[in-house]
């Protein structure tokens, strides 16, 4: 908690109080608040995050560029929540390609995403954002179970078709197939996955997709037939959030965390 006196009038409303804080070159995060102790009196303005601290989270660094994100899309899924919840986060880059000494005493996986939570590190992209919905409900993002694996066999079916050497192997109308059933299902209840509203789902299939359209269209030179136009509406308006810009991995990245998978 910082806190930062001021000279204020009892009267002094606590919207004005934050002006004043601003006005002074402190500029209040997102996700602070201003509460004036004791009410009504001369008093010390403390400027207090509604309830933490930033969150640590350990994410892939980036193999193509000093000090980035790279290219996990469970990270970005994670990364996304925090976003979309205006939790402020503290991001710790790993190298997985020699994984310290510290990251591996705190995730004896060696797997990224981790979040420490409570004191403790939670692995598991499912199990974070869970945890992140159940933890910090506003705004809501958790979906109905029954649209929660909407589009959910698009990337397991995306890396048979990348990793396949037979184009008459069958690998391409699987993907093809699943990507027809999420047009219809778009078409009928979109923009979004859960209708108006970004949710969890979205933020959970948004970075496989991103990583479907750059590891296709670089190795295999295909992209989303124009036939399902709302799958790539889709892409589009997921891509071009302001959440998602901010963490999206380098195309490079991308290309290369794929091609160990392209070579089999
Ligand atoms: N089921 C996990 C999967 C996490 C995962 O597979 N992460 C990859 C990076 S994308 C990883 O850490 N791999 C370890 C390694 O490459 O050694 C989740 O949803 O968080």
């Not at 204020?8 to 209040?28: M, R, V």
């Not at 004896?108 to 910090?136: F, R």
Request: proline share 8%.
């Amino acid at each position: 908690m910082s806190t930062t006196a001021l000279r204020i009038q009892p009267s002094t409303t606590t919207t004005a109080i934050s002006s004043a804080i601003n006005h002074i070159g402190f500029t209040l995060p997102r996700n602070y608040a201003v509460f004036r102790r004791p009410r009504n009196r001369n008093f010390t303005v403390s400027a207090t995050a509604s309830s933490f601290d930033p969150l640590q989270i350990c994410v892939k660094a980036s193999v193509t560029a000093p000090n980035k994100l790279g290219d996990c899309p469970f990270c970005q899924r994670v990364l996304l929540t925090m976003e979309e919840k205006h939790l402020p986060y503290d991001m710790k880059l790993v190298d997985l390609g020699n994984k310290p000494e510290w990251f591996l005493k705190l995730s004896p996986e060696g797997k990224v995403p981790v979040v420490k939570l409570d004191e403790k590190w939670v692995p598991d992209s499912d199990v974070i954002t869970q945890a992140l919905e159940e933890k910090y409900p506003d705004p809501v993002l958790g979906v109905p179970p029954e649209k929660s694996s909407v589009g959910s066999k698009i990337f397991s079916t995306f890396i048979g078709f990348l990793k396949s050497k037979d184009p008459s192997d069958g690998t391409e109308k699987a993907l093809l197939d699943e990507l027809s059933s999420f047009d219809n299902y778009i078409k009928e209840n979109g923009p979004f996955i859960n209708g108006e509203k970004v949710s969890s789902a979205d933020l959970s299939l948004g970075p496989k997709l991103y990583h479907l359209e750059i590891a296709l269209g670089h190795y295999k030179k295909w992209a989303v037939p124009d036939s399902l136009p709302y799958v790539k509406s889709y892409m589009k308006t997921i891509f071009s959030l302001d959440s998602f810009i901010k963490t999206r991995a380098l195309p490079e990245d991308v290309i290369a965390g794929w091609r160990p998978k392209v070579l089999g």
